[in-house]
């Protein structure tokens, strides 16, 4: 059986969109909630990654491995009925050939993805944490480090000189 890439287009939306629907929690860090379909097509049509590809086996789409700009990270994702037939691992293979370092954001119940990039090499850097906000940004827009000053009523002093 052949395992080929084909960058992503339009006639795949429908393929990726059932692939998003497999995800477990543990598995999606970037988005817990299911986009609508109005909303995938617009991310997909604002071509986000860097390089994009759904995976062939044998002509049939079994998954998509994707890139982002930056930092190289990859993202796979294998349809379940394909899985453990050692494509990710051959995908990732190809990759790794390209001879630039590549990064890999893992959520720390997903200890198969985990066994999998560790034993292509992939080492722990960084663990990232996030808090989400309860609340709705204030009004007049988001509140970021702008210029700024508050009394300081907790700052203790140095202990140092
Ligand atoms: C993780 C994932 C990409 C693996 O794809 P796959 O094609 O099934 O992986 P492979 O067959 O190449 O397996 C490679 C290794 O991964 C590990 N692994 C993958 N699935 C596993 C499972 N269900 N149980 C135990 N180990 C598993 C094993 O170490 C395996 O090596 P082995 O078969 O020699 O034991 C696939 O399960 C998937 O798409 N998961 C959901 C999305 C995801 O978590 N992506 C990773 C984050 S980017």
């Not at 990710?88 to 990039?117: C, M, W, Y």
């Amino acid at each position: 059986m052949d395992i080929d890439l084909r960058p992503v287009g339009p006639r795949d939306y429908g393929f990726l969109y059932r692939l998003l629907e497999e995800k477990t929690p543990e598995q999606n860090i970037s988005h817990r909630a299911m986009p609508t379909w109005e909303e995938h097509v617009a991310f997909n049509d604002a071509k986000p990654y860097a390089e994009d590809y759904v995976i062939l086996l044998s002509d049939v789409p079994a998954g998509r491995v994707y890139i982002t700009k930056g930092l190289n990270e990859v993202g796979i994702h294998i349809a379940r009925p394909f899985r453990r037939r050692g494509i990710a691992r051959a995908v990732l293979k190809r990759l790794q050939a390209g001879g630039e370092t590549l990064h890999a954001n893992i959520a720390p119940g997903n200890v198969h993805s985990q066994d999998l990039f560790t034993s292509m090499g992939f080492t722990l850097v960084q663990h990232t944490y996030r808090w989400e906000a309860l609340t709705a940004p204030p009004e007049g827009g988001r509140v970021r480090l702008s210029p700024w000053r508050v009394p300081h009523a907790d700052c203790r002093p140095s202990n140092r000189g």
